[in-house]
């Protein structure tokens, strides 16, 4: 199949959109700029950023419906994901084309990942406990250490402020979906709370295709359970106690073997619990203590006659990392200095037996971030010492200049690191122990042009990451190749009384430098498009495209897969000021299409809700 993407008629019609917007995901009305953490660890102001970010908001996340987070993730500006089947099944995330497990999440500040497989924990999370979500692309290892060549993805829980607040929802659609959730939240000067709580059962669909080795014609449904919370005191002026947590359990079923067919399903649990003191010491020191932990747990059943080797007929593999962070934030007569100190250790168990289960990292990190006239200025340098590999220094240095009081452009240079994984180094059979880290450096230039109703921009970057840990023809794991990833993300979204527009194109050359071939499931090309109007006072309706051009299924480019492109359509109608009835349709052409060879994406999907967030 030949590419459904053309570069150039996209851009066109990316063009037409201008002026646009870069830092609001869909161009929704926002007169506020948001603030930023992920950037650079301090609060911040999107236009003050010299990083390529974007934020999703809450009610853009609402608008998403039965959506996943992966497929949220998928339509924003830099990123491609390939799944086994769609939700709850397992993902791989790609930011500029780097590998999914070069990728750092974050959940409240707190890391959450496996150990094993290396991998953030997509699969597992749900939309409902979700305040927004701050997407940084490009290698932040100075700022949060290994796993950040490609950028990093933070999400926020809810936190409450206000009267008490009471939210809920309830949604039904294809195949037997069902969504429930609800909450309550809070606040006085003094103190404030937010508890919610969610539902999701799916029955689903057979997501392998007969060709599959692992082809079984059973339904592969997913369900989870998920609870997420926090608690702020505040005793006196500038001092804060809290706590957080987000718990979300989920079942997850799947096809594992044509000849040992059953309801092979996994039963995966991802938790963050962290608790934190942020003092005001001085009018301009202010410390930040958090101690957190998060675990990653996943149990896999198959049929009672699999083989032993083939992992069954149960497999577990846990993770376990305790953190503790102490930031330090001064505000200097010219600019914000920060400097802190970060450990983690990471445990794992396993139904398989590790020669190592466990390793420490100490980190010692400092920044400054300044704005002098029309120059801003980021500079960022940490130190880890891994208790495995050794020290490993990462720096970034950033700068901006204000061209005109609309139009800025960005300069940048990073270097990122990646520590391997438990499964690299110790799994039986498949694994070397003399691996290296992997190791990237980054540049990039950014041009935007901003104004009170819209906002464009043009990101082009080359990411060079060496010792690229690949598979030989054994099946073992080595450092021999060295991959180049050279793209520019062009992105914007704008404002034309009651429409909002937006889209974004990518172009990527992600590129294997030691056999000159196409890195796997990475295309050249993508883009999407959105529109979106409002209707008097009570409705919204919009449509969104997604399109992803031809990739290779694997590293070889021996297999292709076809490029697609996707329609959906969402509405809103306000009952009254709190109540509203939402829809969406996903997919609404009913594609075939695959993002990983074998495995059937969700076809045409519908889905109905009614939700009660009365406005503050």
């Known amino acids: 199949m030949?590419?459904?993407?053309?570069?150039?008629?996209?851009?066109?019609?990316?063009?037409?959109?201008?002026?646009?917007?870069?830092?609001?995901?869909?161009?929704?009305?926002?007169?506020?700029?948001?603030?930023?953490?992920?950037?650079?660890?301090?609060?911040?102001?999107?236009?003050?950023?010299?990083?390529?970010?974007?934020?999703?908001?809450?009610?853009?996340?609402?608008?998403?419906?039965?959506?996943?987070?992966?497929?949220?993730?998928?339509?924003?500006?830099?990123?491609?994901?390939?799944?086994?089947?769609?939700?709850?099944?397992?993902?791989?995330?790609?930011?500029?084309?780097?590998?999914?497990?070069?990728?750092?999440?974050?959940?409240?500040?707190?890391?959450?990942?496996?150990?094993?497989?290396?991998?953030?924990?997509?699969?597992?999370?749900?939309?409902?406990?979700?305040?927004?979500?701050?997407?940084?692309?490009?290698?932040?290892?100075?700022?949060?250490?290994?796993?950040?060549?490609?950028?990093?993805?933070?999400?926020?829980?809810?936190?409450?402020?206000?009267?008490?607040?009471?939210?809920?929802?309830?949604?039904?659609?294809?195949?037997?979906?069902?969504?429930?959730?609800?909450?309550?939240?809070?606040?006085?000067?003094?103190?404030?709370?937010?508890?919610?709580?969610?539902?999701?059962?799916?029955?689903?669909?057979n997501v392998s295709k007969p060709y599959n080795p692992n082809y079984n014609p059973d339904k592969d449904g997913y369900t989870n359970t998920s609870a997420s919370g926090s608690l702020a005191f505040r005793p006196a002026q500038g001092q804060e106690l809290g706590l957080q947590f987000l718990y979300a359990k989920a079942q997850n079923h799947f096809d594992y073997s044509k000849d040992y067919p059953y309801d092979d399903h996994a039963d995966n649990t991802v938790s963050t619990l962290s608790v934190y003191s942020r003092n005001k010491i001085t009018d301009i020191w202010q410390s930040t203590l958090r101690l957190g932990r998060s675990e990653d747990r996943n149990s896999n059943f198959y049929s009672p006659l699999t083989p032993s080797y083939f992992g069954g007929p149960r497999s577990e593999f846990n993770t376990t990392q305790d953190q503790v962070s102490w930031q330090n934030d001064i505000t200097l007569p010219v600019g914000r200095l920060m400097a802190g100190y970060e450990r983690l250790d990471q445990q794992v168990s396993s139904s398989t037996k590790y020669q190592n289960t466990g390793r420490s990292i100490d980190s010692f990190f400092a920044g400054w971030n300044a704005r002098l006239g029309d120059h801003r200025v980021q500079l960022n340098l940490r130190n880890d010492n891994n208790s495995q590999f050794g020290n490993h220094t990462t720096g970034l240095a950033s700068y901006g200049y204000q061209l005109t009081t609309s139009i800025r452009g960005s300069l940048s240079y990073g270097t990122g690191f990646k520590a391997p994984s438990f499964n690299d180094l110790y799994y039986p059979g498949f694994s070397n122990p003399n691996l290296a880290p992997e190791k990237s450096e980054n540049i990039e230039a950014g041009l935007y042009w901003e104004s009170t109703t819209a906002n464009l921009s043009l990101v082009t970057y080359q990411n060079t990451v060496s010792n690229l840990i690949v598979l030989d023809q054994n099946w073992i794991p080595a450092n021999i190749n060295r991959a180049q990833l050279t793209g520019a993300t062009l992105a914007g979204n704008v404002r034309i009384g009651n429409w909002n527009l937006g889209g974004s194109y990518d172009h990527l050359d992600p590129v294997d430098r030691t056999t000159g071939k196409q890195l796997g499931r990475r295309?050249?090309?993508?883009?999407?498009?959105?529109?979106?109007?409002?209707?008097?006072?009570?409705?919204?309706?919009?449509?969104?495209?997604?399109?992803?051009?031809?990739?290779?299924?694997?590293?070889?480019?021996?297999?292709?897969?076809?490029?697609?492109?996707?329609?959906?359509?969402?509405?809103?109608?306000?009952?009254?000021?709190?109540?509203?009835?939402?829809?969406?349709?996903?997919?609404l052409g009913n594609k075939d299409y695959e993002t990983a060879y074998g495995y059937r994406m969700p076809p045409a999907t519908f889905f109905l809700s009614l939700r009660y967030a009365p406005t503050k």
Not at 166 to 182: I, K, M, P, R
């Open 2 to 205: 030949k590419t459904v993407l053309q570069p150039k008629r996209l851009v066109l019609a990316l063009a037409a959109l201008a002026p646009l917007s870069v830092t609001n995901a869909y161009g929704e009305e926002e007169t506020l700029a948001p603030v930023v953490v992920t950037a650079s660890r301090q609060p911040s102001r999107v236009q003050d950023l010299l990083a390529d970010v974007t934020v999703i908001t809450r009610e853009q996340l609402d608008e998403a419906g039965q959506s996943s987070v992966a497929e949220v993730l998928a339509r924003q500006p830099g990123i491609q994901v390939a799944s086994t089947g769609g939700e709850g099944k397992t993902t791989s995330l790609f930011i500029r084309g780097t590998n999914p497990n070069q990728t750092l999440l974050l959940i409240d500040g707190i890391r959450a990942s496996s150990a094993t497989f290396g991998t953030p924990s997509l699969d597992s999370l749900p939309l409902s406990q979700i305040d927004h979500i701050e997407i940084v692309r490009g290698p932040a290892s100075a700022l949060y250490g290994a796993d950040a060549i490609g950028g990093v993805i933070q999400i926020f829980t809810r936190k409450g402020s206000g009267e008490p607040r009471v939210t809920a929802s309830a949604g039904a659609g294809s195949f037997g979906l069902q969504d429930y959730s609800a909450g309550i939240s809070g606040g006085t000067e003094a103190v404030s709370y937010a508890l919610s709580a969610g539902y999701r059962d799916f029955r689903g669909f």
């Open 523 to 587: 295309a050249k090309d993508t883009g999407t498009l959105r529109a979106s109007y409002g209707i008097a006072q009570n409705w919204q309706v919009g449509s969104e495209l997604q399109l992803v051009g031809r990739r290779f299924d694997t590293a070889s480019n021996t297999r292709a897969l076809g490029g697609y492109g996707i329609v959906n359509l969402f509405a809103r109608y306000a009952l009254n000021k709190d109540l509203s009835l939402e829809a969406r349709a996903n997919n």
